[in-house]
């Protein structure tokens, strides 16, 4: 089955104690991208990746790192976890685009909780 | 920059009625693509539908239709007979046809949707 996995789904933690999400898609997707949903916010974009080794920042980057050292995975770390951290958490993946559009495939999310 | 607004943070239905969600977007570039995302309780982020600016034509899926004016910068969500299933969070959302960039999603701030039995 196609699909893209975040783990863990759910994470209460402590400021300052690092921790990594952990994604995976299994479609052979070139572009991964995360995204963190706030109430009242919607979905906004944290860091992308184009392809292996590639990645970049999105609109919302600040506290956290990425890396994309094999295609199919897009770990999500975050260093020094703050409060303001705290949200829900959706990795997503595509295959580039060429005549078509491709679809962005969404992860079931991660819900994390800084203390 | 591109943004979304989605003016309807909460609005609820008659089971079998219609709906109708109103977003607005604004944008400098002529070719973009404009979707609806359903998010039930779940949170699984779901592609309900599609539309491509270069397309005059309306897109429709089953139920599921919007009204795209691309000149004044609008794309609302029409869900026909709607179902108790259909009570989730939509997220009206934009992304440039980037050909080879970033596919980056920019999000409305959703609204409710809640059909009443």
Redesign the interface.
Known sequence: EAQVTQNPRYLITVTGKKLTVTCSQNMNHE?M?W?RQDP??????IY?S?NVEVT?K??VPEGYKVSRKEKRNFPLILESPSPNQTS?Y?C?S?A??GKT?N??F?G??T?LTVL | AQTVTQSQPEMSVQEAETVTLSCTYDTSENNYYLFWYKQPPSRQMILVIRQEAYKQQNATENRFSVNFQKAAKSFSLKISDSQLGDTAMYFCAFSKNSGGSNYKLTFGKGTLLTVNP
């Open positions: 572009y991208s995204y009242g916010l919607g979905l906004r974009q992308y184009m970049d999105g609109d829900l959706f997503a595509s580039l685009a559009y679809e962005q969404f079931p999310g819900r």
